[in-house]
């Protein structure tokens, strides 16, 4: 009772600090703003004009648009230097935008990108029973690639991406020993690499931030998302930054037009559920990384407190024969957009990790 308690009055304290925050705290025009492609920041409208939408047919014979971006080269392209990129929770494909995106084409003549279900540009269905998935997330990435006549990829992962690929991972290591995995259309995927950047690859080393948890309480949930404020998402997506790495205001305000785009912010309960997904599946998506049949790798920022040094521990503990970069001790849950020449250093030398090793 008295944990209930405990926990009922930090509730309380939350939800009125929302509320002060709502008067309070950063730009009140960009929080009042209900983001629609007129309103949209002249960045993100250039981010969007690159992307086209993919029609998904899910099992229910219901359908979903998913914007992705598929950026090719003139020539030389193949599969073998073609790069997949999964981003995060709650942010979008646009964390890779910019310095990050520019040094991945000097050694991918293909990259493609997407924003999951319910994220930045792609459809975000509000019923109250749609039931965001990460096993939905993983047949929309392997149907899009299908799309596109992608059969063997290299991926790059950050944070929910990181369960995506390893649902993706599990599903082509069942592939690889003559198994199957469920689906009643199976992909012909081959991954040929896979590299994480910080996520919750194991449940239990996973620190779920306090807003988190609120938002993914059942009672809270609905009415934090429909309260919060431009000013407390900053402050909580500023927390997990390492502290000489604080994203900028302009960075900040686009993760939040994106997160608030066709009403995205109300659905954070629901895509929260991942982390419960997660638990239930701990041992296909642990068992994916210890049996990979393909190469792995982790790119760390140790300062991370959802999933820095301590993760990056438990995978050295757990993966055979891991190969893992930690990168400066300062560097938080958003590497590639923290420290994008770092992690451009690390991910080459795990790319000839892996050449190494074909």
Not at 127 to 133: D, H, I, M
């Amino acid at each position: 009772m008295a944990g209930a308690a405990k926990y009922a009055g930090a509730v309380a304290v939350t939800l009125i600090g929302i509320l002060v925050s709502s008067i309070s705290l950063l730009p009140v025009a960009v929080d009042r703003l209900e983001f629609n492609s007129a309103s949209l920041p002249r960045e993100l409208q250039i981010w969007r004009s690159q992307g086209q939408y993919y029609v998904h047919n899910r099992q229910d014979a219901s359908t979903v648009g998913i914007f992705y971006i598929d950026d090719k080269a003139s020539k030389g392209v193949t599969d073998e230097n073609t790069l997949l990129l999964l981003h995060g929770f709650p942010s979008t494909s646009y964390d890779f935008a910019g310095a990050f995106w520019e040094g991945l084409k000097s050694d991918y003549k293909r990259i493609i990108i997407l924003d999951f279900l319910g994220y930045g540009f792609s459809d975000k269905p509000r019923t109250a029973s749609e039931k965001y998935s990460l096993m939905v997330e993983a047949d929309i990435v392997e149907g899009l690639l299908q799309h596109l006549d992608v059969q063997k990829v290299h991926i790059l992962a950050h944070d929910v991406g990181d369960t995506v690929a390893q649902e993706m991972l599990a599903r082509f290591n069942d592939r690889s020993m003559g198994l199957s995995h469920g689906l009643s259309h199976p992909s012909p995927l081959r991954i040929l690499s896979l590299c994480f950047l910080n996520g919750g690859l194991f449940p239990e080393q996973h620190r779920a931030s306090f807003t988190q948890k609120l938002l993914n309480n059942d009672l809270a949930g609905p009415i934090v998302s429909s309260m919060s404020t431009y000013g407390m998402f900053a402050g909580t997506f500023a927390s997990v930054f390492g502290s000489k790495t604080q994203p900028n205001v302009h960075f900040l305000q686009a993760t939040y037009a994106l997160l608030k785009f066709h009403g995205g912010k109300l659905i954070l309960p629901q895509l929260l559920k991942y982390m419960a997904e997660r638990r239930a599946n701990r041992e296909r998506w642990v068992g994916a990384l210890i049996n990979s049949t393909c190469q792995i790798g982790l790119i760390n920022g140790p300062a991370d407190p959802i999933s820095g040094k301590h993760a990056a521990q438990r995978y050295k503990e757990l993966v055979p024969q891991p190969w893992v970069y930690m990168l400066e001790a300062h560097i938080g849950h958003y590497p590639h957009v923290e420290a994008p020449q770092a992690v451009l250093k690390a991910y080459k030398q795990f790319c000839e990790h892996v050449m190494r090793h074909e």
